[in-house]
């Protein structure tokens, strides 16, 4: 039997276990609310590059440069971003990004200044899975077309030329809105779905050349552009597939009479895996482009780009890339009897890449080319309907080749 003093010792002992019915609960600790540079984040990005053209004919176009690359090589060549993206709260965000470029001769600098704001946009987040933004925002097209200023990430000095162009015909954002969201499906299936409306600046170079080396540069504005893009994401996490397409009217620049609008279109699909050391991609894209100031009549002109790009990965450090990049076109007028169809643009190329770390990546690549110059030479009397004739003259390019070796960091 227990005496006294235990009881005692037994019962002060639980009373310690127990929490004091007098005393209050803690305070729960509150994290410091973020400062102004907790909330924001800098990014940036530069590919610089020696770039060379050699050509195998004895006619050349223009003053003997194709995408600003002369015979005699330029390092006037580079790709320059830098990001700032700012926090104001956990479902609101702000995003400003400029550029410079410099692509040697090409004729493009004429319109561009020397930092150009990229994207200035706000987004909301809309509960997990969706979102709203406003402002000039980067249009989702395809692969590469959102980080196509990361030299990092790309193989090649730019994604395929005329798949995703350059500005010219073409733009890399909209001002204006989007929305998109994320689904998940059964079995790990996701689809990510964005959909955009409102306009851009665009360059146009006057009729007479591929390049428009000879011709100056202009602006043109699109409008009322609607536009969507859907990918799917299968479950093997390393296969996704999908596609989109916008609609728009373009007033201004060459390719219209004064106060004339025109409408465009353009549709894609794209094809994006990995296979352990082994990528394959491939894109297909249609433009249809409706140019009436060309020629008495309208013209219909319709480009099919496609390319297929392949890499493995030789060691950690070392890949290899090839790409095949081809583009057809078709015109169609009253003027004409029939539809004038003809290889506009064909790319093989190789690169390799070293890479030194997640921030550094060394590019050696060349392009083998095959290209047209248009023209119209005159305009006759006697075509289809009384209307006019055109007579066009295609100039066939040979052969080129292009050599481009790049230094591409980012932080």
Known sequence: MLDVSAWVLLLGMGSSLLPAASEPAAAAVQPPEPSFLDRLQVHGFLTQAYAESTF?????????????????????????????RYEIS???IAVVQLSHRRLGKSPIHEVEDEVELDWAFYERRLGASGYLKVGRIQIPLGIFNEIRDVGTLLPFFRPAYLFYRE????????????LGRSFRAPNRWR???????????????????????????????????????????????????????????????????????TTWSDWHLSFDSEFGDFVLRAEYRQYNLLATSLAPTPIDITLDSYYVQAGYQITPKLSIWGQIEKTDATRESASFFEPTQFRFWEDAAIALNYRLNNHVLIKAETHFLELDQVNVVDVLPGGPGG?????????RLDGGRQTIVSLAVSF
Not at 387 to 395: A, I, S
């Open 90 to 92: 956990p479902k609101d």
């Open 387 to 395: 209307g006019p004739l055109l007579v066009w003259q295609n100039t």
């Open 56 to 84: 195998l004919t004895d006619e050349p176009v223009g003053t003997e440069q194709i995408l600003g690359i002369p015979e005699d090589g330029t390092t006037d060549y580079r790709n320059l971003a830098i990001q700032f």
């Open 167 to 178: 500005g010219s015909f073409s733009s890399e954002t909209v001002d204006g809105l989007m």
């Open 191 to 261: 689809f990510d779905l964005d959909g955009y409306y409102g306009g851009w600046d665009l360059v146009e170079f006057a009729p007479g050349g591929v390049t428009g080396v000879d011709n100056p540069a202009t602006i043109a504005r699109a409008e009322d552009a609607i536009g969507f893009h859907l990918w799917v994401h299968t479950p093997s996490e390393n296969i996704r597939f999908g596609g989109g397409g916008q609609r728009f009217n373009v007033r201004d620049g060459f390719l219209r009479r004064p106060g004339e609008k």
